[in-house]
């Protein structure tokens, strides 16, 4: 064994740790342990190292905490010549990964696939659910229309002792792996694989099959890799990229809460920058904006009576006054502030066109990509709010008061809006 190897991961790569080893482990044994299936997932529970106060899970919600403080980053001086830039998408056209879905029919696979794709083509993957039912559908239907012959797809089609059926399964599995793959090779980043699956003949023909394919190449850029042997650096690479993002997919697919809850979002009441048309600070609520705090805990009673709830702020004062007369449970997160205008925070739109006229008139082409100088981007704000999305899919009922921008993300994530229509 090559203890250099060793002592570069531990040092490099703290993510390939002993509790990730566990992680993925727990993962494949859920997979592939049709002999002997851990007590918990009987009960629908997932393992308890992904669990609410699992090690895995306080390990992520440690890595998000500087997200839920305040901010001391002094404003950037208004001297600064321009506004910022457009911001590009993130590069991921190396990640390439495959997700077998595992389970009998109508346990919720198709709906956890859908849930997944939602989520990661919010954080601009290029996602795509190749599901074998719907391909077998779709070719019965276009069967029947050029021969007239209706298919029997009845429970006896997908019994083991029928042999031609079985085949023809096996071949619609096979076709639509074959499918995913050429998607991936177009320049797709994760592709579902959504059947049964349940055999481990057919999964070790998926595993097989893939592994075929090449791997990614690896850019020389990283620090990290710095006058290391190629050979080592491609394989330990491909390593650190793979497991980083299974363990990103099983946490959100771990934690994601099944039963019924609510979700209401908010905008804070009016507040002072509001009267005076003015982006960004944190003034308080007007007479108006506190009107309508007054007028929230008999809103709020009236719909949702005795039910449990927890209510989330930023930690600006506009929306933490507004929940203020609330009687429940509150969480301020430093993640749910509203966009950062940077040099332009503080001051109106027709200030901003008046000052920086060119700037202005970009921002108003590309609202998505547009980063002013020394804030952000809607594009910055769907990445920050990443560990809010993770915590809000296990979360019961929950009520988030927010700003223009915060509410505007949110919304197209649950509502699977693509990046152009989300400002």
């Known amino acids: 064994m090559d203890h250099t190897n060793e002592d570069h991961n531990r040092i490099h790569f703290p993510i390939l740790s002993s509790e990730l080893t566990a992680a993925l482990g727990a993962i494949e044994d859920m997979a592939d342990g049709t002999d002997a299936v851990p007590d918990s997932v009987v009960r629908g529970r997932p393992p308890a190292i992904f669990r609410a106060g699992g090690p895995m899970l306080k390990q992520f919600d440690q890595s998000t905490a500087s997200s839920r403080k305040g901010s001391q980053a002094p404003t950037p001086p208004r001297s600064v010549v321009g506004i910022g830039n457009k911001v590009a998408k993130p590069d991921y056209s190396e990640a390439k990964i495959v997700l077998a879905m595992v389970g009998l029919p109508a ?9 997944l794709m939602r989520y990661l083509k919010w954080l601009e993957y290029d996602v795509q659910v190749f599901n074998v039912g719907q391909l077998r559908r779709s070719r019965a239907h276009h069967k029947a229309q050029q021969s007239g012959i209706l298919e029997d797809h ?91 993002e299974a363990v990103a997919i099983a946490f959100y697919l771990m934690n994601y809460m099944v039963s019924p809850r609510n979700i209401f979002l908010s905008r804070h009441g009016e507040s002072q920058y509001n009267v005076e048309g003015r982006i960004g600070g944190d003034s308080l609520l007007s007479e108006r904006g506190l009107a309508y705090a007054h007028a929230l805990p008999e809103l709020v009673r009236n719909n949702i009576g005795d039910a449990p709830l927890i209510v989330w702020t930023s930690t600006l004062q506009r929306t933490i006054q507004t929940a203020g007369e609330l009687p429940y449970p509150k969480l301020t997160w430093k993640s749910l502030d509203e966009l950062d205008a940077g040099v332009c925070d503080g001051m109106t739109y027709e200030e901003i066109e008046q000052a920086y006229p060119e700037d202005f008139a970009n921002r108003d082409e590309d609202k998505f990509n547009y980063r002013y100088r020394g804030g952000e981007s809607y594009r910055d704000v769907v990445v920050r709010l990443e560990p809010v999305i993770m915590e809000l899919e296990r979360q019961e009922n929950i009520l988030i008061f927010g700003h223009q921008a915060i509410l505007r993300c949110l919304y197209a994530y649950f509502h699977d809006l693509p990046q152009a229509d989300l400002p």
């Open 107 to 115: 346990r919720g696979k198709s709906y956890l696939s859908n849930k």
């Open 154 to 244: 009845t429970s006896s089609y997908f019994s083991h002792n029928n042999v031609e059926a079985t085949k023809l399964r096996e071949q619609l599995a096979e076709d639509s792996l074959e499918m995913l793959i050429r998607w991936l090779k177009k320049g797709g980043n994760v592709a579902i694989h959504d059947a049964t699956n349940s055999t481990r003949m057919r999964r070790a023909k998926i595993s097989a099959r893939v592994a075929k394919e090449k791997g990614m190449s690896v850019s020389s850029g990283d620090p990290d890799y710095k006058d290391l042997p190629r050979e080592w650096l491609n394989a330990n690479f491909l390593r650190r990229i793979k497991e980083y």
